[in-house]
Every structure is written in C-alpha cells, then in structure tokens.
C-alpha cells in the first residue's frame, strides 16, 4: 500500500537535464521502439528452417562476427537490433542493449561472446555466473563501465541480451546510483505540476520543470502513485536493482509514460 509522505526530502537531488532519448540503430528492419531487451528478442525469435535446425543440432554452423556491425552479431542471426540512451549534448550513452536471436545451440552461442567480448577488452566476472542448457548469464567488466551478456532458448534459437553500461555517462548526467543502491529520477515536461508519491515520500515538480529529480533508493520492489490534474492517477509498482537508474515522466501532454531504463 502506498502511504503518503513528507512534501520535500532531502534524498532528493537535481537531475541537469530531464530529457533522455532513444537513440536507435536497428540491425535488421525488424527492430524498433521501446521494449523490455528480453522480451522484444523473445519476440523476434522465429522458428528456423529445417536446414538451419539441423546445421545447428549437428554442429556444422560456424559462428563468425558480422564485420558490418559495430557489437559482435553472428552472421547467422536472424534478428539483431542495437539501442543506446544518451541525454542530449552528449555522445557517449548512458546504456546501450544488443537483442539478437541466434539459430545455433546456446553453448556454441556462450563460446562465440566470450572470444569476441575478450576481444574488446572485456574482462568476464568469475562471480555470479550461471551456464545451464538452457541459459547463461555473465557479468564483465568493460572499459566504459560494466555489461551482463543473458542467454536462453526460445523457438530453437538461442536469444541474446547484451547490456552495458557507461559509469561515467551515467556521473555526467547524476543518475549514477549510491553504491548498493538504485537511483529513480522524476521529471516533469507537463504544463500542470506533478506529484510523485513512493517510498513514504512525495515530491512535486512545477510544470515545464527544466530539472529533474534523483531519489536514491534501496534495492526492491516500490509501489508508487503519479497524479497529475485533469489526468488518471497512474498507480504501479517499479522493480529497482542495485546499480540501476530508471526514470517516471510525465509527458508534455500531461500523460504519465511508462517507467524507462535509463542505466
């Protein structure tokens, strides 16, 4: 249940620019929009031909990079798109998410990141890794930051999540978590204040704000109110993980958006 709270916290802080874009690069037509990584690649994961089940299942597909791309993509793919968050001003992105969908066995899949990804530069985490058959997850260290690689099985392909993060883009723009924690940024581009109600404490931003506001807060599950006048109240819940940054806007129509990730 939400409860409300005090009007102003001191937890929260100014944000120096409330606007974040999307900024997307799709690798094959099919890509576009704003979606969750895992189930936009879930989505895309089409059953493969016959031919192409049978190369994978009997090992004869050799997995090799894509040398148009600018992130390791097997050639073999058959769905890859590339996304980036960047706040405006700045070139380097705040996060940036590769969703493919391969027609190869998840091992062979786990085996081609792992030579190209050392590659890069990038250092794998022995913590915290999982390898099953029918998923993987790994965590690495990268020049910029840091990035997860998840893998799973769906309609005989094996789908790719690649996630990185940029430490010092996500500084720049102040909605780097406190460590152990996650960050919530609130920003307002309505013509009417704001009001933001979550974990025990309520925020308001005047309209056409030019900042927005960072809370910082424990990792978990919050539930949260957004009212804005003349609108439904939105009431939800937000799930934050350690080192994470996401975003609640009230639009410049006055409609509340969906939750975004930016970090």
């Given at each position: 249940m939400v409860r409300h709270g005090m009007k102003v916290s001191a937890q929260w802080r100014p944000v120096a620019c409330s606007l974040f874009l999307l900024a997307g690069s799709p690798i094959e037509a099919q890509a576009g929009g704003i979606m969750d990584v895992d189930v936009q690649a879930y989505r895309n994961c089409v059953a493969p031909s016959p031919l192409a089940r049978i190369k994978a299942a009997i090992g004869w597909q050799?997995?090799?990079?894509?040398?148009?791309?600018?992130?390791?993509?097997?050639?073999?793919?058959?769905?890859?798109?590339?996304?980036?968050?960047?706040?405006p001003g700045s070139k380097a992105p705040l996060r940036s998410t590769l969703e493919a969908c391969v027609p190869a066995k998840l091992g062979d899949v786990l085996a081609f990141y792992r030579?190209?990804?050392?590659?890069?530069?990038?250092?794998?985490?022995?913590?915290?890794?999982?390898?099953?058959?029918?998923?993987?997850?790994?965590?690495?260290?990268?020049?910029?930051?840091?990035a997860v690689l998840k893998l799973g099985r769906k309609n005989g392909n094996t789908s790719v999540s690649l996630v990185q993060k940029n430490s010092e883009a996500a500084t720049k723009a102040n909605v780097m978590p406190k460590p152990g924690q996650a960050a919530l940024v609130f920003a307002n581009s309505g013509d009417n204040e704001a009001e933001l109600t979550i974990n025990e404490q309520t925020i308001t931003i005047a309209y056409r704000r030019q900042h927005a506001l960072r809370l910082d807060l424990p990792p978990g599950e919050y539930s949260y109110e957004l009212r804005v006048p003349d609108h439904p109240t939105r009431t939800d819940t937000l799930t934050l993980a350690v080192g994470d940054a996401w975003e609640l806007t009230v639009g410049r129509d006055g409609a509340v958006q969906s939750p975004f990730h930016l970090y």
């Open positions: 050799t997995l090799t990079p894509n040398p148009d791309k600018a992130v390791p993509v097997p050639t073999a793919s058959s769905f890859s798109s590339f996304n980036t968050t960047v706040t030579t190209e990804l050392g590659k890069l530069g990038w250092q794998e985490k022995p913590d915290g890794a999982v390898i099953a058959a029918d998923q993987a997850q790994l965590a690495f260290t990268v020049p910029e930051g840091s």
